[in-house]
């Protein structure tokens, strides 16, 4: 393949991780998300939930924290924030994924933290409101009066973590090779150009 690694970002409800999914089958590549907080948990010898709750709590606030974490050797995380701790040990994760071979990545910032590699394509995954409405809805469970609400407070945690992260925008297209719009393309479409731009047809 053209790039062996594909790192996707995405607003919520978008489609991005069924995207990511789909991918990696047509692929016949593995596709994490969820299960790099798991191993980090592991790490770090806690639950993956409590390491949720450290990124959604995350903003600009801890941006010298982070900054500093980024500086810190693999596996020294004495003396950094919780936060700064996260960051590093979500990196050491993705950085061993990315050795075991070609993969798709979903969020966690895997873009930016792979970003000296030459075989990983940047993905920005975006769609209308009302599409990602149906989708919190039907998919997730949201309820109708909450689900604009609930879509705020998802895309605001993942712009604060890629922020604080990257000193980066995390929707700024300049961090991205491909920004697709899952309403207007559909998922399967993302899927086929993702798929083709990997493998350089």
Not at 16 to 28: H, K
Not at 126 to 152: C, M, W
Request: charge should be neutral; include cysteine.
């Amino acid at each position: 393949m053209k790039y062996n690694i594909i790192a996707i970002e995405r607003e919520y409800a978008s489609g991005g991780s069924e995207i990511g999914q789909r991918t990696a089958r047509r692929l016949e590549i593995p596709c994490y998300g969820q299960e790099v907080l798991e191993r980090a948990a592991e790490l770090m010898n806690t639950v993956p939930e409590r390491l949720r709750n450290l990124e959604e709590s995350t903003s600009n606030s801890f941006l010298f924290s982070l900054s500093m974490a980024a500086k810190v050797a693999i596996g020294e995380r004495d003396g950094l924030s919780e936060e700064g701790a996260l960051y590093v040990t979500e990196e050491r994760v993705i950085k061993e994924m990315a050795l075991q071979g070609p993969c798709v990545i979903v969020g966690r910032c895997a873009g930016w933290i792979l970003r000296e590699r030459k075989d990983v394509l940047r993905v920005f995954i975006h769609a209308d409101k009302e599409f990602r409405r149906k989708r919190a809805e039907q998919n997730y469970g949201i309820e109708p009066g909450s689900v604009d609400n609930t879509l705020k407070k998802f895309d605001r945690r993942r712009s604060n973590f890629y922020g604080a992260n990257t000193c980066m925008e995390w929707d700024d297209k300049k961090g991205y090779h491909i920004v697709l719009d899952s309403s207007r393309l559909g998922i399967e479409t993302c899927v086929d150009i993702i798929t083709r731009t990997a493998q350089g047809i």
